[in-house]
Nanobody
Framework: QVQLVESGGGLVQAGGSLRLSCAASGRTFSTYAMGWFRQAPGKECESVPAISWSGGSTRYADSVKGRFTISRDNSKNTVYLQMNSLKPEDTAVYYC???????????????WGQGTQVTVSS
């Protein structure tokens, strides 16, 4: 079992930056792929970035490439999402996710956090 707790959301102006953190419980964190999904009002939930257990593989949605960076620190059981050059369309609830398989982390991850709101004003 993995429990995920996100932090770092908030209100920021367009062009600004935020860093989300996700603290995971469980001794198997280092064996799990991690990712972030987001859901905006009236829109489908979408995978934003994903990272393999080692950090050696990452995957980004086209909408965030070059602006968002996912990273992890297995010694701290934490995954991060650095978001730069934020746009109003990035406004959403962001969910941290975990799954043993990398090919599921950006499709149907098994574990989800409670979500943190990110609001980007124009």
């Amino acid at each position: 079992q993995v429990q995920l707790v996100e932090s770092g959301g908030g209100l920021v102006q367009a062009g600004g930056s935020l860093r989300l953190s996700c603290a995971a419980s469980g001794r198997t964190f280092s064996t799990y792929a991690m990712g972030w999904f987001r859901q905006a009002p009236g829109k489908e939930c979408e995978s934003v970035p994903a990272i393999s257990w080692s950090g050696g593989s990452t995957r980004y949605a086209d909408s965030v490439k070059g602006r968002f960076t996912i990273s992890r620190d297995n010694s701290k059981n934490t995954v991060y999402l650095q978001m730069n050059s934020l746009k109003p369309e990035d406004t959403a609830v962001y969910y941290c996710t975990a799954d043993p398989a990398f090919n599921r982390i950006y499709t149907v991850p098994g574990y989800w956090g409670q979500g943190t709101q990110v609001t980007v004003s124009s």
